[in-house]
């Protein structure tokens, strides 16, 4: 009777050892490109308005909103925010449903001007 034990080792497939991999591009994952808020003006909105609903839809400090309402003011318009075009929808549907302007003497229903635009990719 013999006391030797044999092992047997399992017979496992080894990977490819190609030192080039090749990335394909299906497998590649495709970024989305960026979309920007735009508030756009009018005659009718107070700053002070623009600027709650720029600090409370968009989440800017009181100061950048300020800027960013003086900008829509003096050039027409003003790029508010920029991300994926679903929360960009979000955005600018939060801005229309903002209600009613209460700071103006005559008070505004109408919602600010706003739209969403697609930026150049990456």
Known sequence: MSDSTSVIEPDVAKPATD????????????????????????????????IDVLQ????????????LTEQVHFT???????????????????????GTDFYAEQSVTFPLGVTIEQLPGD
């Open 76 to 98: 027409g318009k003003a790029h508010v925010w920029t991300g994926a075009l679903e929360v960009a929808e979000l955005k600018r549907d939060q801005i229309h449903g903002f």
């Open 19 to 50: 030192k080039k991999q090749k990335t394909d591009s299906k497998t590649k994952p495709k970024r989305q490109p960026p979309y920007t808020v735009i508030v756009h003006n009018d005659d009718r909105h107070t700053f002070e308005y623009v």
């Open 56 to 67: 409370r839809v968009c989440g800017h400090s009181r100061s950048q909103a300020y800027l």
